[in-house]
């Protein structure tokens, strides 16, 4: 879909109400504005695509994982509970790996362990997705710089070639001016829905691996150990 907008940006022809002009050749005469804007569009792009492949649920969280190790962990299958979660290859097997090979510890100690590996890949998910929100709030502000700079070239036109007498001259010139800020807007508008989705999407696998890991610490080590039970706390980063 977003490809979709850059190419109607790009190539779609709009006919004026006076004459016959293009968007593309707009775009040609918009200035470096407009190349700035099409590059934060391809960053655009290939941002979206890279976290729409790469931060999906599968390699944050799986629930049948932890039906498949319940029972063998209820078994003492410790070594079985091993090369199942070292062929897992999302957030989620990294912790029960982490509660496994810690299992002798406190319960405080493997609650706080689980939360710094939930907390760091998350944030390391969430980084990636950072340029989204540059771009949303950057590509409006320089569509606008770009038609303020041509407003001022199109009245420097008027001002030395008496173009008040040619209202077509004055037109041209602010429409070419206005195609900037209609550049910025398109782009900035789609970079903050995705920045928006990533967000969002963050905060709910984050409800899911905090309920996951606490259900998995109160039932597998509130019966050997004595501490009381630490909730992790790995939603707050992703606010």
């Given at each position: 879909m977003l490809?979709?907008?850059?190419?109607i940006l790009l190539f779609f022809?709009?006919?004026?109400?006076?004459?016959d002009?293009?968007?593309r050749e707009q775009?040609?005469e918009?200035?470096?504005?407009?190349?700035?804007i099409?590059?934060m569009?391809?960053?655009l792009?290939a941002i979206?695509?890279?976290?729409?492949?790469?931060?999906?649920?599968?390699?944050?969280f799986s629930s049948?994982?932890?039906?498949?190790?319940?029972?063998?962990w209820?078994?003492?299958?410790?070594d079985?509970i091993?090369e199942l979660?070292?062929?897992e290859?999302n957030t989620?097997?990294?912790i029960l790996?982490?509660?496994?090979c810690?299992?002798?510890?406190?319960?405080s100690v493997?609650?706080?362990?689980?939360?710094?590996i939930?907390?760091l890949?998350?944030?390391?998910?969430?980084?990636k997705a950072?340029?989204?929100?540059?771009v949303?709030?950057?590509?409006?502000?320089v569509?606008l710089?770009?038609?303020v700079?041509?407003?001022i070239?199109?009245?420097?036109?008027i001002?030395?070639?008496?173009g008040?007498?040619?209202?077509?001259?004055?037109?041209?010139g602010?429409?070419?001016?206005?195609?900037?800020?209609?550049a910025?807007l398109s782009?900035?508008?789609?970079?903050?829905?995705?920045?928006?989705?990533?967000?969002?999407?963050?905060?709910?696998l984050?409800l899911q691996?905090?309920?996951?890991?606490n259900?998995?610490?109160?039932?597998?080590f509130?019966s050997?150990?004595s501490d009381s039970i630490?909730?992790?706390?790995?939603?707050?980063?992703?606010?």
């Amino acid at each position: 879909m977003l490809k979709l907008l850059v190419a109607i940006l790009l190539f779609f022809p709009m006919v004026a109400t006076a004459a016959d002009i293009s968007l593309r050749e707009q775009f040609a005469e918009g200035g470096i504005a407009l190349v700035v804007i099409l590059l934060m569009s391809i960053l655009l792009v290939a941002i979206s695509a890279e976290r729409l492949v790469n931060f999906r649920t599968k390699n944050i969280f799986s629930s049948a994982l932890v039906t498949r190790v319940r029972p063998l962990w209820l078994a003492g299958d410790f070594d079985q509970i091993h090369e199942l979660l070292e062929a897992e290859k999302n957030t989620l097997g990294r912790i029960l790996n982490y509660l496994l090979c810690h299992r002798h510890q406190q319960v405080s100690v493997l609650a706080l362990g689980a939360t710094e590996i939930a907390s760091l890949e998350l944030r390391q998910h969430q980084q990636k997705a950072y340029a989204l929100s540059i771009v949303a709030t950057v590509a409006p502000i320089v569509g606008l710089l770009g038609t303020v700079i041509g407003m001022i070239e199109a009245f420097h036109v008027i001002a030395y070639s008496q173009g008040m007498g040619n209202p077509a001259l004055l037109a041209g010139g602010i429409s070419k001016a206005l195609i900037n800020t209609a550049a910025g807007l398109s782009v900035a508008l789609p970079a903050l829905a995705m920045h928006h989705f990533f967000k969002h999407r963050s905060a709910v696998l984050s409800l899911q691996l905090e309920q996951t890991i606490n259900q998995c610490i109160t039932e597998w080590f509130t019966s050997t150990h004595s501490d009381s039970i630490t909730n992790l706390k790995v939603v707050s980063h992703a606010n």
